[in-house]
């Protein structure tokens, strides 16, 4: 056996292994040349959307009314109100600009009519009004572009004297077609290494950053920084991958171009460090396929089958499991860890049915409870509004008003009280609206008109108090801007009686003031969010859309209508119940 798993196994697996390691050689150079190119393409262009983010910094001047004061003023009568306004503008650059999110902003200086205004993290020398700054002030026409020099055409140093760019950008005053100056950002060329740093892991890779004159203004050695790459000439492709030999070193090249800017990203890794890991791994691999393929021969045929029935039956278990058959007994019960791990199934298993009984439970529970929390809200509310109705007409002395007024209380109260049922009929649930805004229409006489169309089957069955808390905002809004307010509610069945889609349609209409378009937008988006606090101030909508969609599914519920000025719609859809179908729903 050991003579046929050599002949068989062992040597064809050596000769692969020599002929994988030399074919994985030889393909590094043109996975790289596929990929890095790519790569670089990508972090060319998050480097691109980051300076494009740099420099838009100086739209945010616009944010204050008070720095784009301070940048049109051409002069002052006083030294005091020039160090006033400077002191004003360099809080809020800081502000701006240095706190938050550009932790890659050193400093930030604006030259506007002879004036400076600056704010820097740290100590910096070698910026003033004059000097380097000259070729660039209030009269340099870049077009509304940005211009990016290197820390070596300005005197600028920080006190920590890392490199860094300097973005360059005019302020433009578009109200009033003029320059307010311009604007110099020092950026850290770290944020270049953040954005490197996901492409490319290996410590002995190299990175630049250079224009088309080869002038390096990044790289990953700062050394080399604001010198130049004499090789750029020589080099065959500005855009791709090739190979190039240093002192004896070959050496994988990769170049991408930027789009928006006249500068090429370098990326450059010796061979040798590239085929270092798989010599290692080579050599290892061989030595432990020696050593281990004795070992195995014998361990394979002793445990084998001691350890893959025990696993299979296992498996076979887990798929039972995964189609929702939890009644399994694997029925081992050996010490090793096979066993251990058929304990722990079964224990996961019995743990798993708990786990679904209790929360089928917990959320019936906590559904019920939600639907009462929501009623409750209701029978309080409209109540308040009718005793408040009934007070005003006996403060009036409308005796055979209030008599009938405290008739119709009488009648809405035996409702309210006498019927506990989450579903009624639909004629009852209008009779009750019926009652309500024959209430209302006894406290604001002529101002308030009403008619309730039903062209549907009022034996049908809908959802206890829907339609009290909307009439009740109707006219609570409509009021507030109408002299006279008519409400109209119309009762449809949109599919016969029978259909899977059949619903019942409520519209409660009014002439009121209407919603403006952003304003119903938002309303109909609230409808949807959960109601988590029990509080008066708009609970109507909201807890009667909650209730329907508990009761009846996500499907139903209100949508708000509306015209400007001409009045709002109130839809209510629920599916066509009748009695038989009211049994299955929560109660």
Known sequence: ??????????????????????????????????????????????????????????????NSDEAVRILRKGSYQSSADLNNDKYVMNKYMSASYLEGSNPDVLGVFILS??????????????????????PYGQDLDLRGKAKMLLSTDFSLKFQSGEPFLIIIKQIGDVENRTDLGTMFIAVRLSFIDDILQGFEQSENAVFWLMNDQGEIFYHTDRSLIGTFDREL???????GSFLKTFSGDSTIMSISSSASYDWLLVHSTRLQDMTRRSELVWKVTNYLFIGFAVITIVISILFSFRVTRPLEKLSRLMREVERGRFNVDPGIHTKDEVGMLASSFSSMVAT?????????????????????????????HFMYNTLETISMAVEEGEKENVVKMVALLGRMLRFSVSNKARFIPVGEEIGHVRDYLTIQSFRFEDRLSF?????????????????????????????????????????????????????????????????????????????????????????????VHARIQFMLGKEYGLRLESQYGK?????????????EATDGLPE
């Open 1 to 62: 056996m050991i003579i046929v798993y050599i002949v068989l196994t062992a040597i064809p697996i050596s000769v692969l292994g020599v002929i994988a390691y030399r074919q994985y050689t030889s393909s590094i150079v043109e996975q790289i040349g596929e990929y890095m190119p790519r790569f670089l393409g990508q972090a060319n262009l998050m480097i691109d959307q980051r300076i494009k983010q740099l420099t838009a910094l100086p739209e945010q001047l616009f």
């Open 113 to 134: 009519k002879n004036r400076l205004f600056s704010a820097a993290r740290m100590e910096y020398t070698g910026m003033n009004g004059d000097g380097p700054l000259i």
């Open 233 to 239: 000439p020589d080099y065959p492709v500005h855009s």
């Open 352 to 380: 798993i049915q708990d786990l679904i009984r209790r929360n089928v439970q917990i959320e019936l529970s906590q559904k019920e409870a939600e639907l009462y929390a929501l009623q409750s809200q209701i029978n309080p």
């Open 451 to 543: 008619e309730v169309i039903d062209t549907g089957d009022a034996t049908l069955y809908t959802p206890k108090f829907i339609l009290q808390p909307l009439v009740e905002n109707a006219i609570k809004y409509g009021m507030e801007a109408r002299h006279r307010l008519h409400v109209r509610i119309v009762i449809t069945q949109t599919v016969e009686k029978g259909r899977s889609d059949a619903c019942t349609e409520f519209r409660v209409i009014d002439n009121g003031p209407g919603i403006p378009e952003v304003r119903l937008e938002e309303l109909n988006s609230q409808l949807k969010q959960p109601v988590t606090e029990r509080k008066d101030s708009g609970f109507g909508l909201k807890n």
């Open 567 to 579: 009045g709002t719609t109130v839809v209510v859809r629920i599916p066509v119940l009748d009695r």
